[in-house]
């Protein structure tokens, strides 16, 4: 790093002038103290300043090496007072501290500790004990240095755990986001199969029938092509309100879902379209949770269109009986809906039923015909 290598040339270079002209720009008390040969002093210092280059990269073994490069001299000759006897180490010190783990960090005090103690001990300046036990405000400098960059290092660290954790949450919410936007997005596709296609059919069939009688009883057939208006109108606003819920700019108007309380008006629209329908009603109707009683006006919705588009039926049978659980039952006589088994439809009333954790039960029957039976909680309205 650039700043790493101009640190270290800058400490370098200014310890080593300060070693030759004998002169310091940090006097540690008492004049400046060189001890053995200044070529080694020099050499000593200037090395110890160069190492500061990789302090970031091996904080502790930087620091060891500084320690070692400078102690060394010190035991052979002497301690040298000054600059260049303890800048490099105090920067070591507060690198340790900074970017280096509390393991780490207590080695290097230890480190400084003996590199401290044979500095002030081998120092001609120091005569007695009692005059290297009173540096010990120097020493407290290195001390409060490596302690500084270690708070610096837990600020750092706090600092980057808020941010992950920040980026975490939003990452979390706008997964949330998005899975809030795909389940809503798959109710929309199953209401606009559930109603619109109903729809559809019950206009296809009106329509045939239209056609077929068109000649003979025109009256009859104009009041077919009524039905097919009514029913054309009523999908054709189901659609809107659906896709109004797609629109991002702006809220769509969102009419009332049709209930069980529709059912019987659902059954007269079949009814009307050729298809006799017959209702029957067990036990004592009971008031629904709004999505029970969606769930289980969609699920006869489509069972009824089944019959319509793929059973080629002449006779369906609604059954409805109040329990412990509301059970369904939606019967033809017709050949099934094979065409559409995988389809939306079968699909649609499957997740409604899991949805609330209900059971749904589809297929022919050895009689002939075709069977939806399903379960749902009777749960109260909310």
């Known amino acids: 790093m650039s700043v790493d290598w101009t640190l270290a040339l800058l400490i370098a270079a200014i310890a080593s ?47 060891v090496a500084i320690a070692v490069v400078l102690g060394v001299p010190f035991l052979a000759f002497g301690a040298s007072e ?16 900074a970017h280096a783990r509390v393991e780490s960090a207590v080695a290097g005090l230890a480190s400084f500790t003996v590199f401290w103690a044979v500095l002030e001990l081998r120092d001609p300046l120091n005569p007695d004990l009692a005059s290297a036990l009173a540096s010990w405000p120097v020493y407290l400098v290195g001390v409060t240095l490596l302690l500084g960059g270690a708070f610096v290092r837990t600020r750092r660290l706090y600092v980057s755990e808020l941010r992950a954790r920040a980026e975490a949450a939003e990452a979390d919410r706008e997964e949330r986001v998005r899975a809030a936007t795909a389940d809503e997005r798959a109710r929309i596709a199953r209401e606009l199969h ?3 296609a109903h729809a559809m059919s019950v206009m296809v069939l009106q329509a045939e029938a239209a056609d077929e009688i068109l000649d003979v009883d025109p009256g009859r057939a104009r009041l077919a092509i009524e039905r097919v208006q009514q029913v054309g109108r009523e999908g054709l606003g189901e659609m809107r309100r659906l896709l109004g819920v797609l629109r991002q700019d702006e809220s769509p108007g969102l009419a009332p879902q049709p209930g069980m309380s529709a059912l019987q008006a659902l059954v007269d629209q079949v009814s009307a379209s050729g298809l006799p329908v017959q209702l029957n009603v067990d036990g004592e109707p009971r008031a629904l949770s709004a999505g029970v009683d969606i769930s289980a006006y969609r699920i006869i919705q489509e069972a009824l269109t089944n019959a319509i588009k793929h059973a080629g039926a002449s006779a369906v049978d609604v059954r409805l009986s109040y329990g412990d659980l509301l059970e369904l039952e939606v019967s033809d006589d017709g050949v099934g809906p094979a065409a559409a088994a995988d389809g939306h439809g079968l699909v649609g ?20 015909g075709f069977r939806v039976h399903a379960t749902l909680p009777i749960e109260r309205p909310s």
Do not use: C, H, K, Q
């Open 82 to 97: 000054g600059f260049g006897s303890v800048a490099p180490m105090f920067v070591a010190l507060y690198t340790v501290g």
């Open 349 to 368: 009333m499957r997740e409604r039923v899991m949805l609330y954790g209900g059971t749904l039960n589809a297929g022919p029957v050895a009689s002939g």
């Open 17 to 63: 002038a300060a070693a030759v002209t004998e002169t310091t720009p940090l006097p540690l008390g008492g004049d400046t103290a060189i001890a053995g040969p200044r070529s080694v002093v020099v050499a000593s210092y200037a090395l110890a300043g160069l190492m500061l280059a990789f302090r970031r990269r091996a904080p502790l073994a930087v620091l």
């Open 194 to 196: 559930d109603a619109v």
